[in-house]
């Protein structure tokens, strides 16, 4: 599988792995581990992995025992994996490093001796039981790796053309016409599929979505165990709020309602359970901002949210798991436009999937007036411009399902908020075109354009 990240870990080697090591966040099962096997493989003369989840208690003890000895840690870890170490040649890899708290520490020194170059990885890696009782080293550097996106889709099917044709279509701002067709058809199965290494894997090998949707329910299965291994007194909590994300998106305010859990829930009762999730890299939330200016995180109102799966394929398997696994024909409606459904929580979820590969922070704006119908309005996201200038720095983004749609909370947001925003957008299954002298309309596989 190819991705991106690898570009990232090789502007590490070559400029910083000398001054810091590399830590590398996301959820269970985004392929984290495969793919710094393979740079150190392919980059290195040699490399050693410590799997931490299969490591021994003699393996982690040695963190204990012998930092103030270094050549006697680095020729015990040879031995035991039969490894050959050559200064400044090889990498260690620290394997879900949270397992081992202590070897992570251990960085700040393993990192200033200089032999060798350190990766880690890690799930849960922020939670905090796995940072109780050790200083996080300042030579550790911390980057998100998130599941395959639309374009790594496109090269595990084997298409490395569609994607520079989407973003020139983008750039000149000129509708895709005949090609539109076949991208909303790899944006379709991409959303049923998703991005997790091992469902795309199934997919490119099989094409059959029955065995994708098996991988999908077995990961779901180990976000659970997580849920109850590591969550402790929040367990419950967090269990309750993770598989009540499906019932809340379907809504067509998809802002989580606490009282759907429990009449008398509130924020502040659930505000740990969230955080959790985000932090394991299970969920991506999207926080509601009291006004669409450059300052939206100052603006945020962390009451008011909605949660979305951080990967689509694992919301739609979770949506249909009446019979424990979706038929066959579930996903072939959804391939051709024909399931009776309300696809907007699909589209929606994909969107903000999209978005946060790119590296955006979610934002929305929700507001209800009953005084002035004028300031009532559901924004669905709200994008800031990579580039700042002195007004209309925010993109406010509306996402539609059909052809079909309205635009009464967009249009009024240009009212009232003209000054602050610009581009405002809608994502549809349409090419792109304009629906008004102010709004643009982009099909959904241009997301990652904006």
Same mark, same amino acid.
């Given at each position: 599988?190819?991705?991106?990240?690898?570009?990232?870990?090789?502007?590490?080697?070559?400029?910083?792995?000398?001054?810091?090591?590399?830590?590398?966040?996301?959820?269970?099962?985004?392929?984290?581990?495969?793919?710094?096997?393979?740079?150190?493989?392919?980059?290195?003369?040699?490399?050693?992995?410590?799997?931490? %989840?299969?490591?021994?208690?003699?393996?982690?003890?040695?963190f204990?025992?012998?930092?103030?000895d270094?050549?006697?840690?680095?020729?015990?870890?040879?031995?035991?994996?039969?490894?050959?170490?050559?200064?400044?040649?090889?990498?260690?890899?620290?394997?879900?490093?949270?397992?081992?708290?202590?070897?992570?520490?251990?960085?700040?020194?393993?990192?200033?001796?200089?032999?060798?170059?350190?990766?880690?990885?890690?799930?849960?890696?922020?939670?905090?039981?796995?940072?109780?009782?050790?200083?996080?080293?300042?030579?550790?550097?911390?980057?998100?790796?998130?599941?395959?996106?639309?374009?790594?889709?496109?090269?595990?099917?084997?298409?490395?053309?569609l994607?520079?044709?989407?973003?020139?279509?983008?750039?000149?701002?000129?509708p895709?016409?005949?090609?539109?067709?076949?991208?909303?058809?790899y944006?379709?199965?991409?959303?049923?599929?998703?991005?997790?290494?091992?469902?795309?894997?199934?997919?490119?090998?099989?094409?059959?979505?029955e065995?994708?949707?098996r991988?999908?329910?077995?990961?779901?299965?180990?976000?659970?165990?997580?849920?109850?291994?590591?969550?402790?007194?929040?367990?419950?909590?967090?269990?309750?709020?993770?598989?009540?994300?499906?019932?809340?998106?379907?809504?067509?305010?998809?802002?989580?309602?606490?009282?759907?859990?429990?009449?008398?829930?509130?924020?502040?009762?659930?505000?740990?359970?969230?955080?959790w999730?985000?932090?394991?890299?299970?969920?991506?939330?999207?926080?509601?901002?009291?006004?669409?200016?450059?300052g939206?995180?100052?603006?945020?109102?962390?009451?008011?949210?909605?949660?979305?799966?951080?990967?689509?394929?694992l919301?739609?398997?979770?949506?249909?798991?009446?019979?424990?696994?979706?038929?066959?024909?579930?996903?072939?409606?959804?391939?051709?436009?024909?399931?009776?459904?309300?696809?907007?929580?699909?589209?929606? %979820?994909?969107?903000?999937?999209?978005?946060?590969?790119?590296?955006?922070?979610?934002?929305?704006?929700?507001?209800?007036?009953?005084?002035?119908?004028?300031?009532?309005?559901?924004?669905?996201f709200?994008l800031?411009?990579?580039?700042?200038?002195?007004?209309?720095n925010?993109?406010?983004?509306?996402?539609?399902s059909?052809?079909?749609?309205?635009?009464?909370s967009?249009?009024k947001?240009?009212?009232?908020?003209?000054?602050?925003?610009t581009?405002?957008?809608?994502?549809?299954?349409?090419?792109?075109g304009?629906?008004?002298?102010?709004?643009?309309?982009?099909?959904?596989?241009?997301?990652?354009?904006?």
């Amino acid at each position: 599988m190819k991705r991106k990240i690898y570009n990232e870990l090789l502007n590490w080697k070559q400029s910083d792995s000398h001054k810091v090591a590399l830590l590398i966040e996301g959820a269970r099962r985004i392929g984290k581990s495969f793919i710094v096997e393979e740079f150190g493989r392919n980059e290195y003369d040699s490399y050693l992995l410590i799997d931490f %989840n299969k490591a021994s208690s003699q393996v982690k003890k040695l963190f204990d025992l012998y930092l103030e000895d270094l050549d006697t840690l680095f020729e015990l870890l040879e031995q035991h994996y039969q490894v050959r170490l050559v200064p400044r040649h090889s990498l260690i890899i620290f394997d879900e490093v949270q397992d081992c708290p202590r070897a992570r520490a251990a960085i700040k020194y393993l990192v200033a001796d200089g032999r060798f170059d350190y990766i880690e990885t890690g799930s849960l890696v922020s939670i905090q039981r796995n940072v109780k009782n050790i200083v996080i080293p300042s030579e550790e550097r911390a980057i998100q790796m998130h599941p395959m996106d639309f374009e790594e889709f496109l090269w595990a099917m084997g298409n490395e053309t569609l994607m520079p044709y989407i973003r020139k279509q983008f750039a000149e701002k000129k509708p895709m016409r005949e090609v539109h067709q076949q991208a909303m058809d790899y944006f379709r199965r991409y959303l049923m599929v998703g991005g997790m290494p091992q469902a795309v894997e199934q997919y490119v090998q099989t094409r059959d979505l029955e065995q994708v949707d098996r991988v999908k329910r077995d990961i779901l299965t180990i976000y659970r165990n997580d849920i109850r291994k590591y969550a402790g007194r929040l367990a419950m909590k967090v269990m309750s709020v993770f598989d009540e994300i499906p019932a809340q998106l379907r809504k067509n305010e998809r802002r989580f309602c606490l009282a759907d859990l429990n009449k008398s829930a509130r924020m502040r009762d659930y505000e740990n359970a969230f955080m959790w999730l985000s932090e394991a890299k299970i969920v991506e939330c999207a926080y509601n901002t009291v006004a669409p200016n450059i300052g939206l995180r100052l603006n945020m109102d962390r009451t008011t949210l909605k949660c979305y799966m951080a990967d689509t394929g694992l919301l739609l398997s979770m949506a249909f798991d009446e019979k424990g696994i979706i038929d066959e024909q579930v996903y072939k409606k959804l391939l051709l436009d024909k399931l009776e459904v309300n696809m907007g929580m699909l589209m929606e %979820n994909m969107v903000a999937q999209m978005l946060v590969a790119e590296g955006n922070q979610l934002y929305f704006y929700s507001k209800t007036d009953r005084n002035d119908s004028s300031n009532t309005m559901e924004i669905d996201f709200l994008l800031r411009k990579s580039q700042i200038t002195n007004r209309h720095n925010i993109i406010p983004i509306e996402v539609k399902s059909s052809n079909g749609y309205t635009l009464h909370s967009l249009r009024k947001c240009v009212n009232k908020f003209g000054e602050y925003v610009t581009d405002p957008t809608v994502l549809a299954t349409a090419d792109m075109g304009k629906a008004d002298d102010r709004i643009q309309t982009l099909p959904l596989y241009m997301t990652s354009c904006l």
